[in-house]
């Protein structure tokens, strides 16, 4: 009763479609066998090349499924809230904050010697509605600092690595490619180094991250979001903001062809020159409606996954690879924009079968040709 209750309160806030699904199958999906038994343990393929694998995790993947917190456990050297961190959960309304979601997921690291991933601070689509009331209204920075000193030091234990500016850029809002949001509204566009100063004094041992989507393929949409990222991170470094590293979301999307291997990998060469950490954040792909069996359409969403991985794995400093989620089952690409709602863009599908991803993930890690 008490679940269910719980899991109530979720659908109202954002997860109707899929919730209810995963309610009517749940037993069912505690009930699957393995099909083929697994290769090496995803993070232990990464951590031989000196990387950490991660997943997006979830509080309904938390309390509604053994299965889901025995893979993550199994496969993952880190989990990333998908939801519980960002600050509308945390704080949402002025007088009250609400950790139970996220101290119940970052205790679950702690008990199982997992890390967690810290995201993310500021982000235009995560800022509860009083908050960017009281930015408008008072353009106050303390708005901003007392929230990050209320959530970072709560989590220094276990989050190395925390995304402090979520989704900066966009293209058509602003000469400088930086996207107008309730920050730039209040404070303009120093808004940002603000952001990395206040994250260093609230947490001064963290790696403090800029997180970015729209980056990997071939068009002028992306070309421009590419290179006006470039220009935000040198003007970050030549002023001295304490940031560490680039959170590369990458939501890859069979419709946009495939990834463009020049374009990313000027991107992280550059990057890399500016002496930045790199962390591949949101890992999953989009698939277009090809209408193919499901064995091409695995192969399609595999294929991207290797070209991808082996483009981005060739910088040492790409630190870590997380995937938005590890089963199809909770991929938030089954309830978004209308996509279609078989996606099969995660590792596992979602009876937690293994897929040709997860393959290619791990041929990826440890250097050879997929064999699936
Ligand atoms: C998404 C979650 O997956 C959804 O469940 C939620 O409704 C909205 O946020 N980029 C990000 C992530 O940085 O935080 C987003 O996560 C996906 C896009």
Redesign the pocket.
């Known amino acids: 009763m008490r679940r269910r209750r719980f899991l109530q309160g979720i659908a109202a806030a ?2 109707q479609p899929a919730l209810s699904a995963c309610m009517r199958s749940a037993r069912e999906e505690e009930q699957v066998e393995d099909e083929e038994p697994e290769g090496i343990a995803l993070q232990l393929a990464a951590g031989s090349i000196n990387r950490m694998y991660g997943s ?1 995790f ?1 509080e309904m993947m938390l309390n509604a499924s053994s299965r889901a917190r025995a893979m993550t456990l199994t496969q993952c050297a880190s989990i990333t809230p ?2 519980s961190l ?1 600050w509308d959960r945390l704080a949402p309304s002025a007088n009250s904050t609400d950790f139970t979601a996220a101290d119940a997921i970052a205790n679950f690291a702690r008990t199982h010697g997992k890390r967690m991933r810290g ?2 601070l500021l ?1 235009h ?2 800022v509860p509605t009083w908050a960017g009331e009281q930015l408008q209204n008072t353009r106050e920075w303390d708005v901003v600092r007392s929230y990050f000193n209320a959530v970072m030091p709560r989590y220094g234990d276990i989050v190395d690595e925390w ?1 402090v500016v ?2 900066a850029i966009e293209i058509g809002h602003r000469p400088d490619g930086l996207r107008h949001n309730q920050f730039m509204e209040a404070f303009g566009p120093e808004y940002i180094d603000w952001a990395f100063w206040t994250a260093r004094d609230a947490a001064p041992q963290a790696r403090l991250y800029l ?1 970015e ?1 729209g980056l990997e393929y071939f068009s002028a949409e992306e070309g421009a979001r590419r290179l006006n990222l470039l220009r935000l991170l040198e003007r970050l470094k030549s002023r001295g903001v304490p940031i560490d590293g680039v959170g590369l ?1 990458a ?1 890859l999307d069979l419709r946009k062809g495939k990834v463009y291997r020049e374009g990313i990998y000027g991107l992280l060469r550059d990057i890399t020159n500016m002496e930045l950490g790199i962390s591949v ?2 890992l999953d792909v989009r698939e277009a409606d090809s209408g193919g069996s499901l064995e091409a359409r695995d192969r399609a969403v595999a294929d991207e996954v290797r070209r991808y991985m082996d483009i981005v794995l060739q910088f040492p400093n790409v630190g870590s690879v997380t995937t ?1 989620g590890l089963s199809d089952r909770y991929s ?1 690409l089954r309830y ?1 924009d209308g996509g279609r709602r078989d996606n099969r863009g995660l590792p596992y599908d979602d009876k937690w079968r293994r897929k040709p991803m997860r393959s290619a993930l791990e041929a990826a890690f440890l250097g050879q040709q997929s064999t699936t």
Do not use: L
């Open positions: 954002t997860f997006a979830s998908e939801w960002k995201h993310t982000w689509q995560g995304d979520n989704e997180n989507y979301q939501h954040t949101e938005w938030w978004k």
